[in-house]
């Protein structure tokens, strides 16, 4: 969330900064002007005007850019939250998993028989990976806690795409 808080605060700052300094040279620029309108001829009175006008079509362009930049980063902190949100009840879901095994939870337990229920897509492509040791009911799964990190690491690996995606791309 403070994420996309900060990269909200940056765009509006930038934003800004850029409308003060777009504002501050066209104020420059039609000061010139006037101090040299009055010393020009028609014809370079008439090449004045399209240059005014070409800066015009080049500022709202550049504020129009900017504005789908916003949206698209808007748009893909967004989708980056609902992924976190995802993969957060997939840590939680394997996490009660290895608890549940790691304790020895009864089998014949119905919530124990959801969580395994629940995990089991997750796990699966994951099972009999590494030896889990054993001690009566009591088993530390070596395999699940492999895959968390993966998840992990696939989770992290999609939230920098996404981050690359957001930024602003800079012309060099």
Do not use: C, W
Request: net charge negative; proline share 2%.
């Amino acid at each position: 969330m403070a994420d996309d808080r900060t990269l909200e605060v940056e765009e509006g700052r930038r934003i800004e900064q850029y409308d003060a300094m777009k504002n501050t040279a066209r104020s420059e620029i039609q000061e010139k002007t006037r101090e040299q309108a009055e010393q020009l001829t028609s014809n370079e009175q008439g090449r004045v005007e399209r240059l005014g006008n070409r800066f015009k079509d080049e500022a709202i362009t550049e504020v129009q850019q900017t504005e789908r930049e916003v949206k698209r980063a808007r748009g893909t902190a967004r989708t980056s939250q609902i992924i976190d949100y995802i993969f957060y009840l997939i840590y939680v879901v394997i996490g009660m998993r290895i608890i549940f095994d790691l304790f020895g939870a009864r089998e014949s337990n119905a919530f124990d028989n959801f969580v395994d229920a629940v995990s089991a897509p997750f796990l699966a492509p994951f099972q009999n990976l590494f030896p889990d040791p054993v001690s009566g009911r009591f088993q530390l799964r070596f395999s699940y806690l492999a895959a968390l990190g993966i998840y992990v690491v696939l989770h992290l690996t999609i939230n920098g795409f996404l981050r690359m995606l957001a930024h602003r791309k800079t012309e060099v």
